[in-house]
Structure formats: structure tokens, C-alpha cells
């Protein structure tokens, strides 16, 4: 699978895990240099609290359009830390 936004490459992995429809691509599998962390959290029932990235890319920044789960419940355990995507990335199959 691979992530992109604004023309660039954001992530790219065979090792995704898809919860609810959402491919959860690995941490070392995305290109830490368009995160920029953001104050912004949700919570989800089963899930935990999640916490947000802003892309940042030639310029153009897209709030909030990551978000991972760093202290998920047991239940989804397996996406710790996995990052996931939305807000005009486009997440395809290679």
C-alpha cells in the first residue's frame, strides 16, 4: 500500500494492517520528515485515544490528516503506534 498527498510519497508498505476500512501503515513504513505533531486527540470506544499528525509537504500543510493510537486498548493492541490516514491522502495498492 501507499499513502500520498500533495504529489509526495507519504508512506509506503506490504505490512498494513486495515481496521474499520483504514489501512494502519507500520511507523518505520512512513517518512517522518512531513509529521509534524498536533495537540489533537479523539477517543474511540474499543480503541483508545487517538493522537494526530499534520502533514507537512513543499509548503502545503493538511491538519490533523494522520492519527495513531500510541496507548491503544487491548482490543487494538495489533495498531499501536501504526499510522493512519485521511483528509485527501490517498491511500492505494502499489
Given at each position: 500500500?501507499?499513502?500520498?498527498?500533495?504529489?509526495?510519497?507519504?508512506?509506503?508498505?506490504a505490512?498494513?494492517?486495515?481496521?474499520?476500512?483504514?489501512?494502519?501503515?507500520?511507523?518505520?513504513?512512513?517518512?517522518?520528515?512531513?509529521?509534524?505533531?498536533?495537540?489533537?486527540?479523539?477517543?474511540?470506544y474499543?480503541?483508545?485515544?487517538?493522537?494526530?499528525?499534520?502533514?507537512?509537504?513543499?509548503?502545503?500543510?493538511?491538519?490533523?490528516?494522520?492519527?495513531?493510537?500510541?496507548?491503544?486498548?487491548?482490543?487494538a493492541?495489533?495498531?499501536?503506534?501504526?499510522?493512519?490516514?485521511?483528509?485527501?491522502?490517498?491511500?492505494?495498492?502499489?
Amino acid at each position: 500500500m501507499i499513502a500520498e498527498w500533495n504529489g509526495r510519497e507519504i508512506a509506503r508498505s506490504a505490512g498494513t494492517v486495515v481496521v474499520e476500512g483504514n489501512h494502519y501503515f507500520p511507523p518505520a513504513a512512513v517518512d517522518a520528515q512531513f509529521l509534524t505533531p498536533s495537540d489533537s486527540h479523539t477517543k474511540c470506544y474499543w480503541k483508545g485515544e487517538a493522537s494526530y499528525y499534520t502533514l507537512a509537504v513543499d509548503g502545503a500543510t493538511n491538519p490533523d490528516a494522520a492519527w495513531y493510537y500510541p496507548e491503544p486498548f487491548d482490543a487494538a493492541a495489533n495498531i499501536k503506534d501504526y499510522i493512519a490516514f485521511w483528509k485527501g491522502v490517498e491511500v492505494r495498492e502499489v
